[in-house]
């Protein structure tokens, strides 16, 4: 039997054929293999996966940045398996993430989201992000995208 709730854990190298699934799934323009690699590479705190039993349900790709000011969390990447979407997967791993980047110093988190996506806009803002600005002609396809941000608090 299958738990109701996945563990949310550090994503691994054995996890980026599921992840690539989902990924196909998801978006337009999927990453390719080697991207997400390097970012598990780069960013192995801060990436994570939703397992419900050896079965990866959802996945976010995040990293810190820094401006030399300032530092903040990147969500690059955040995708639920079709037949797990709508059960709280999706803000787990958000919430699990912005933990991560609040101990490891980040102010403040954000993303890009594009102009088409309304539900992942209202995804968003249901976790209190805000709007920011827009990109102009950010994805390749030359829609605009929509950066949003939220600040972290203890």
């Given amino acids: 039997m299958t738990p109701q709730h996945p563990t949310i854990r550090r994503a691994r190298r054995e996890d980026v054929p599921q992840i690539?699934?989902?990924?196909r799934e998801?978006?337009?323009e999927p990453w390719e293999?080697?991207?997400?690699?390097?970012?598990?590479?780069?960013?192995?705190?801060?990436?994570?996966?939703a397992d419900?039993?050896?079965?990866?349900a959802g996945f976010l790709v995040g990293c810190?940045?820094?401006?030399?000011?300032?530092?903040?969390?990147?969500?690059?990447?955040?995708?639920?398996?079709?037949?797990?979407?709508?059960?709280?997967?999706?803000?787990?791993l958000v919430l699990?993430?912005?933990?991560?980047?609040?101990l490891e110093g980040a102010g403040a988190v954000l993303l890009e989201v594009r102009t088409s996506n309304t539900p992942g806009q209202s995804f968003y803002r249901a976790l209190q992000y805000q709007d920011v600005?827009?990109?102009h002609a950010y994805y390749s396809n030359g829609e605009d995208a929509i950066v949003m941000m939220k600040e972290l608090r203890f």
């Fill in 133 to 135: 600005y827009r990109i």
């Fill in 26 to 28: 998801a978006f337009l």
């Fill in 33 to 49: 293999e080697e991207v997400f690699l390097q970012t598990l590479e780069w960013c192995p705190r801060t990436s994570l996966v």
């Fill in 96 to 102: 699990r993430a912005e933990r991560q980047f609040l």
């Fill in 64 to 92: 810190l940045e820094s401006t030399g000011e300032a530092t903040f969390g990147h969500i690059s990447n955040l995708a639920v398996r079709p037949g797990f979407r709508k059960r709280g997967i999706g803000s787990r």
């Fill in 20 to 23: 690539l699934e989902i990924e």
């Fill in 52 to 56: 419900l039993d050896g079965v990866v």
